[in-house]
């Protein structure tokens, strides 16, 4: 698919089919953790994939409410350095463009208890979770959003009040 069109076409989804992912889409999005860019090409982070039913129940009770975490086939935990969050982003925005390419739904999930989800995955102390994925093959096909127009999102040379 067009790379634009990638972009364009994916979206957030909540509901996902029960259906076991086949390994060879697994090995793209793993590829694509892999490949993705980080600062000083340090590649500080990993990233766990919980397939297990009761360990994602578990991870969904703390994940503020949002049970979608736990009816996803996959939940992908990114772990890295305290302050490394930067470059573990770029690696997951990577993973979940690949996701849409191979017809897979992704929801990114940001609001979780951190420390008792690093408690359940086993996370040592000297890492942090700042990133939860929800992964598998959609069982909804969410509208797009509304975006701003580029005027009140790009500016040259200097900071432009938008709608001035």
């Not at 634009?4 to 953790?33: C, F, G, H, M, W």
């Not at 500080?44 to 578990?58: G, M, P, S, T, Y």
């Amino acid at each position: 698919m067009d790379f634009t069109k990638v972009i364009a076409q994916r979206r957030s989804v909540r509901k996902y089919k029960k259906d076991p992912l086949p390994e060879r889409k697994l090995r793209r999005l793993y590829e694509a953790l892999r490949l993705a860019p980080s600062g000083g090409n340090r590649q500080n982070h990993c990233f766990i994939f919980v397939k297990d039913e009761a360990k994602r129940l578990q991870i969904a009770t703390q994940a503020c409410h949002q049970e979608f975490v736990a009816q996803a086939p996959i939940l992908m935990a990114a772990c890295c350095e305290p302050g490394g969050s930067f470059d573990v982003a770029i690696a997951v925005d990577h993973m979940i463009l690949a996701a849409a390419n191979a017809g897979l739904g992704t929801c990114w999930v940001g609001w979780f208890e951190r420390d008792i989800v690093k408690r359940i995955l086993g996370v040592p102390d000297s890492k942090e979770v700042p990133i939860l994925v929800a992964i598998g093959s959609a069982d909804e096909e969410p509208p797009a959003r509304p975006r701003k127009p580029l005027e009140d999102l790009i500016m040259t040379d200097r900071y432009v009040t938008p709608g001035t």
